[in-house]
């Protein structure tokens, strides 16, 4: 078991990333070529869409921290957007609106059974979207009241409420070694 502290105070010159799980530190998995490629191509659309604006896109070098009472976790996903003040914390997040996740065969059953439920436990959360990374399909989870999940497979695009933008899903996946739905 390891402390906050000294996990936050590790991250900082560790080589290799972990997440940090209620005292146990999971290392990161390695990114494919595909999933990587996703992760451009919308921190390329979705950075020129905030330019201007109160919101900032953040990569897998700011960590996401979850704290409730009795389970302290800190994520590194994909991709984050906060809107407005941020905290003081330099390295994590605690109030992101909108987070995205490409997911690997490596990391797909622990994204959606231990960090899907555990993002949604941050109430400033209002999106969450998965990527295969294996086909142009997408599920998105938004707040309304409760969570509610939607899952689309080659529709022309996804609609992200919470910064107000829609994404062609072809030209993500264009070119990409995946099967076309």
């Known amino acids: 078991m390891i402390s906050v502290a000294a996990y936050l105070e590790n991250e900082k ?3 290799l990333k972990s997440e940090y799980v209620n005292g146990r530190c999971l290392p990161l998995v390695g990114a494919s070529q595909v999933h990587d490629q996703l992760c451009v191509r919308l921190a390329r659309v979705i950075g020129a869409h905030l330019a201007g604006t109160d919101c900032r ?3 897998p070098t700011v960590k996401t921290h979850i704290h409730i009472p009795g389970d302290e976790r800190f994520y590194y996903p994909d991709l984050q957007v906060a809107c407005g003040e941020l905290a003081e914390q330099p390295d994590f997040l605690e109030s992101p609106k909108l987070i995205l996740e490409v997911l690997s065969p490596a990391s797909e059953q622990r994204d959606r059974e231990e960090k899907v439920p555990a993002y949604q436990a941050i109430p400033a959360l209002e999106e969450l979207v998965l990527f295969a990374h294996d086909a142009p399909r997408i599920e998105i989870w938004r707040r309304d009241g409760a969570w509610v999940a939607e899952t689309l497979s080659g ?6 409420a919470s910064i ?11 070119g990409l070694a995946v ?3």
């Open 13 to 15: 010159v560790a080589d």
């Open 57 to 59: 896109l953040f990569r």
């Open 155 to 160: 529709p022309p695009t996804l609609r992200l």
């Open 164 to 174: 107000g933008i829609e994404l062609r899903v072809r030209q993500l996946y264009a």
């Open 179 to 181: 099967k076309d739905h």
